[in-house]
């Protein structure tokens, strides 16, 4: 009698489970070299770009800082480059505004962002997670001039002075702040339910098995194991906010001053740019020129922010 032994195959390639041939020569097929270079094309264009940026600020930069020290530009606290008798280069006034909107505007979008982000990830059902995503990502589609006005005609006079009674002018960094919150709760949310929504499973059912509820799951599991996109989710609204224009231009003022009262006009970065950009000022002189020391200035804050985003997705990012 003769004895069959058959040896089990191992599992079949992705190739072999649609009954295409499987390439094993190595050899590259003709469409890939041109894939990869359209590709290779694209990130070239993004670096040149961003390489463009930097000559374009650096040049008036530094004939910027020709004329006025950058000790005295980083360290001074008074910002009045158009005062014909006494002109101020501190840009402080400037860089406290952009820091007390933005504080505002996180405290609002990272707790409303993350609860929505949970909510989809966590408790929706696959029709409600459907049908409300897009409802949140289309905030992220409203043009900032509109949020703006919206701010200066709503937020002001009805919220802050009518319903809460705070003692507001008609231009101030709290309005600003929580419209800007409101801007980026969509960024937040979406990215923070992309990287809740990719732990795995089986951690949630691991903890469910060891008694511990939805709430308890999500917060003490779901939420740890995704904290590198989340925290990228967070870093990215913060860069976000602190770029933002038009909303801090209309909302929060034109009067450069160093303070920390949100309840008060004040002057960001961002909206000094703007209002500078608009060709009241010679082409070359140095209070022109503050336009790209300034815009230096918020592209270096910029880049530590995404380098500080950087450091903390590599340090708590985990890969299942």
């Known amino acids: ?48 770009t961003t390489v463009g940026i930097v000559i374009a600020l650096l040049r008036p930069a530094v004939e910027f800082f020709r004329d006025v020290p950058v000790w005295e530009f980083l360290g001074g606290t008074r910002w009045a480059p158009n005062d014909s008798g006494n002109p101020d280069f501190g840009v402080w006034p400037l860089v406290s505004a952009t820091l007390v909107i933005t504080v505002v505007a996180l405290v609002v979008a990272i707790p409303l962002g993350l609860g929505a982000a949970m909510y989809l990830s966590e408790y929706a059902s696959p029709e ?4 409300l995503k897009p409802i949140v990502e289309l905030l992220a589609g409203v043009p900032s001039v509109v949020y703006g006005f919206f701010a200066l005609t709503f937020v002001t006079p009805n919220l802050l002075q009518k319903v809460l009674h705070i003692d507001v002018g008609f231009t101030n960094a709290l309005a600003a702040g929580l419209v800007l919150g409101v801007m980026i709760i ?27 509820n939805r709430m308890q799951t999500t917060l003490r599991v779901v939420l740890p194991a995704a904290m590198s996109g989340v925290a990228a989710a967070v870093i990215l609204g913060l860069s976000r906010a602190v770029g933002e224009t038009m909303i801090v231009a209309l909302a929060a003022g034109s009067r450069p001053h160093l303070s920390l009262d949100p309840r008060e006009g004040m002057q960001a970065m961002t909206g000094y740019i703007a209002s500078t950009a608009g060709g009241e000022n010679p082409v070359g002189s140095t209070s022109y020129n503050t336009l790209f020391a300034v815009g230096l200035l918020l592209f270096v804050i910029t880049l530590i922010i995404n380098v500080i985003s950087i450091a903390l997705v590599r340090r708590y990012r985990q890969e299942y």
Do not use: H, N, Y
């Open 1 to 48: 009698m003769t004895t069959t032994t058959t040896t089990p195959a191992g599992p079949p390639s992705p190739a072999g489970l649609r009954g295409d041939p499987v390439d094993l020569s190595g050899r590259s097929r003709p469409g890939e070299a041109v894939i990869r270079g359209v590709l290779f094309a694209a990130a070239l264009v993004s670096v040149l």
């Open 186 to 212: 969509p960024t937040i949310a979406s990215l923070s339910e992309d990287a809740l929504f990719a732990v795995p499973l089986s951690l949630r059912q691991g903890s469910f098995a060891m008694g511990a």
């Open 128 to 131: 409600m997670r459907r049908r």
